[in-house]
């Protein structure tokens, strides 16, 4: 292998990288998703789609739902990462468990006439999408799906006149009676 | 509100601090004063169970109770102000998270209702300190500030130690509010440590290792970490199953260097033995080490026909750089202890003759082998004499960062936990001396000793004041070759032998410069003075900056070149130009 001039070994990895959904149980206080986010950013590992609220206000716990990417020794190690974190109290990897459900809300804005416009909102109706708004040359529509419906959507508004987009990014939760 | 004022828990902010000080067991605490900690200060003025060391800047502060921590084994306590105080104190926090050192760092924050104004000595210090601390709190409510302190000790102790840090605005110091002792309840729920390993893995481990035809230990800071049982277990583990055993730089002393069984350090600068051990054993052993990157060189070609058993109290630490077959989450003194039980009960000794005879070879190469001059001391030779002199004494020695530190890791001997502060994960130079002072204030009548080089010394020099204020006898041993060794070494190696900016040409003199901080100086240019002249240093019962003028060219092996593995070490006597050349080839021009 040809490695430039360096006091460190410089590695190619091969490894095909994975994308995993994370669901982090924490504690609710000032820092924790800066916490959260700066793990991501210090040690380099990537972010998909973030979404964090109050679950539980009473015990203060939130949760946070990462899609990450990454080879399956990253994967690992961004686990183990978080949940040593101090206000950290589970991490489960949802695409591991085989037993998730993970859904995206999306705002899409459209903008149009005549027979755009009727296009528009017949393949609404075909993905279950909502108008939540509507204009004499707009609609916003509100879908709801995982992120594959949701892409595919967006992907088929684009030529009638697509404007602007707004995702929640991904919640996910398992099937079953159990919490995780 | 007459009953509250009777209460005895009822305190201000600033009381509660030393109070929680108190309840913990410390005694000693290094820090600096300024506007946004004059409260705590006015409190530590007020009382005798706490002394309070100044330091000359927070950075040795830092490093000070780092050292503290490590020779003693409890955590180390730092107090700075606002602003530059806690912006000193990122590189001794990053690296106490490095090497896994407990410290607790108490920094002034200016008032609540100034925060996010950019006041005068404002900054975001737990912002800013995020990444570099275990965990860290801003205490906005003086009623939370003693759940705040108790949690932040345990966390820094407990688990795989290292640092944190506890904000406190100068309002809250100066509030009023009800103080508890350290209860359970004060810790996250979110957080427990597992400490006890499991069962199955242990079993494992152990038919792993009475199986082992070629097998070794490589043992790390954590079993120092850990406690002296850990090591008493490590040491027995070794008499027990008779294996040839190896440390990286944190973990030397949990096996003394005398033992039969050691191999020397492993890793860069480790011995041809150990690498070759490790490269080529069929069974290894992790205790508390995390395969970092000077100790594995090349990933892909690292022991590429061992079974793996990993030990760390870090499930992070596992699968990291290095996949193992059996790794074996908890704390490693714990663990030690039910490996040998399961051994004792069930295993016989392994037959291992052959490869004692094999690593007998190795040791043959003499890897640390280096010529002797009788005109110039060789950095070398300093050390030995350094070790020889000490040997058998009550002897502490902390390093800077560079070639000095890896010589004092060849070439002294440890035979004792706690004994050996040096900076490993993050290397920072201008560790060594302020982290003398913090060894020298927890033992103070023990000999403590600072291997330097000339230009880390110079980062944190200003801290030979404080060791002059409170009569800390500290030896800086300066290998000066006035050169930053480490650097050149590898500008000779990489970088076509242009030595940018890696030799000081107006160095001080030290021997003035001691006398200027009212403390000792020596120096001694030939090696017919050295031994002499490192007597009187031991002798003298005051500060000492030895200025030990050694070859200035002389470079450090054996070597594990970049981009290379275990067993493609590079030889003293093979460090010739040309192998040198070809050993670092790939690379661009060359020496």
């Not at chain 1, 991490?91 to 005549?114: C, F, H, N, P, Y």
């Not at chain 2, 302190?149 to 110091?173: C, I, M, N």
């Not at chain 2, 509010?177 to 390993?197: E, I, L, N, Q």
Request: one cysteine or more.
């Amino acid at each position: 292998m040809n490695q430039p001039a360096s006091a460190y070994f410089i590695e190619d990895r091969h490894d095909p990288n994975e994308t995993h959904t994370l669901s982090v149980l924490v504690q609710n206080e000032p820092g924790v998703l800066a916490r959260v986010i700066g793990l991501f950013s210090g040690r380099g590992y990537n972010i998909e789609s973030l979404t964090v609220s109050e679950t539980e206000a009473q015990k203060h716990l939130s949760r946070i739902t990462i899609v990450t990417t990454g080879t399956p020794m990253v994967i690992e190690q961004i686990k183990h990462q978080l949940d040593r974190m101090i206000p950290v109290y589970r991490v489960v990897d949802m695409t591991l468990t085989r037993r998730s459900i993970e859904r995206e809300l999306a705002m899409v804005k459209v903008r149009g006439q005549g027979e755009h416009r009727v296009e528009a909102l017949r393949l609404a109706d075909a993905f279950r999408a909502r108008v939540i708004d509507a204009t004499t040359e707009s609609f916003v529509f509100e879908i709801t799906g995982n992120t594959d419906k949701i892409n595919q959507f967006i992907d088929l508004m684009r030529p009638l006149g697509l404007v602007e987009v707004s995702r929640t990014g991904v919640a996910a939760i398992g099937r079953g009676p159990e919490g995780m | 509100m007459s009953d509250k004022s009777h209460d005895p828990n009822q305190m201000t902010g600033a009381a509660m601090i030393v109070r929680a000080l108190i309840d913990h067991g410390v005694t000693d605490i290094f820090g600096y004063p300024g506007g946004a900690v004059l409260p705590i200060y006015d409190e530590i003025f007020q009382q005798s169970e706490v002394q309070h060391v100044l330091v000359r800047h927070e950075q040795g502060a830092g490093h000070a109770a780092e050292g503290y921590a490590r020779s003693t084994g409890k955590p180390g306590v730092a107090l700075v102000t606002s602003g530059p105080g806690a912006t000193n104190m990122v590189t001794p926090l990053t690296d106490a998270l490095m090497d896994s050192i407990p410290l607790v760092c108490i920094s002034g924050q200016v008032p609540t209702h100034l925060i996010g104004n950019d006041a005068f000595q404002e900054c975001d210090t737990v912002g800013i300190t995020r990444p570099c601390t275990k965990h860290n709190w801003l205490v906005r409510d003086v009623n939370d500030l003693a759940k705040v302190l108790h949690e932040a000790f345990y966390v820094a102790t407990s688990g795989r130690p290292g640092p944190v840090l506890v904000d406190v605005p100068k309002d809250v110091q100066f509030a009023t509010g009800t103080y508890h002792p350290p209860r359970k309840s004060d810790v996250h729920r979110s957080y427990a440590p597992r400490v006890k390993g499991d069962a199955t893995q242990i079993r494992k481990a152990v038919a792993l290792l009475a199986s082992a035809k070629r097998p070794v230990i490589y043992s790390g800071g954590g079993v120092i970490n850990s406690g002296p049982e850990a090591t008493k277990l490590l040491r027995e583990l070794v008499e027990v199953t008779g294996f040839p055993i190896t440390s990286t730089l944190m973990g030397l002393g949990a096996y003394p260097a005398s033992g039969k069984n050691w191999l020397g350090m492993l890793g860069m600068h480790g011995t041809y033995e150990a690498n070759m051990t490790m490269h080529d054993c069929d069974v290894m052993l992790c205790v508390g080490a995390r395969f970092d990157d000077r100790i594995t060189g090349r990933v892909d070609a690292f022991s590429p026909g061992s079974k793996k058993i990993h030990i760390d109290i870090d499930p992070s630490s596992i699968n990291k750089n290095i996949r193992v077959d059996v790794p074996i989450i908890g704390d490693c003194g714990n663990i030690l202890g039910d490996i040998l039980q399961v051994f004792k009960a069930e295993a016989k000794k392994p037959d291992i003759k052959s490869w004692w005879q094999q690593i007998a070879q190795w040791r043959a190469r003499n890897s640390l082998y280096y010529k002797k001059s009788n005109d110039v001391i060789l950095p070398q030779h300093a050390i030995q004499s350094l070790f020889e002199a000490t040997r058998g004494k009550d002897t502490y020695i902390t390093t800077e960062v560079g070639q000095h530190q890896m010589w004092a890791a060849q070439f002294y001997g440890f035979e004792e936990p706690h004994r050996w502060m040096t900076s490993g994960g993050l290397g920072t130079m201008g560790y060594g001396l302020p982290a003398a002072v913090g060894v020298q204030v927890a033992h103070p009548d023990s000999l403590v000793i600072d291997i330097a080089g000339d230009a880390s010394v110079q980062m944190t020099m200003q801290e030979m004041s404080t060791a002059v204020q409170y009569e800390l006898p500290i030896k800086i041993f300066i290998l000066n070759n006035q050169y930053m060794g480490m650097v050149r070494q590898w500008q000779q190696l990489l970088h076509g032998n242009r030595l940018s900016h890696s030799y000081s040409e107006a160095l001080p003199d030290f021997v003035k410069l001691a006398e200027a901080y009212g403390a000792v100086g020596l120096q001694v240019h030939k090696p017919g003075d050295l031994d002499g002249a490192i007597q009187e240093m031991i002798s003298v019962r005051r500060p000492v900056l030895f200025d030990c003028r050694v070859a200035a060219l002389e470079n450090c092996f054996p070597m594990i070149p970049s981009g290379k593995a275990h067993n493609e070490m590079l030889l003293p006597e093979q460090a010739n130009d040309e192998a040198t050349a070809k050993a670092f080839a790939g690379g661009k021009a060359l020496v």
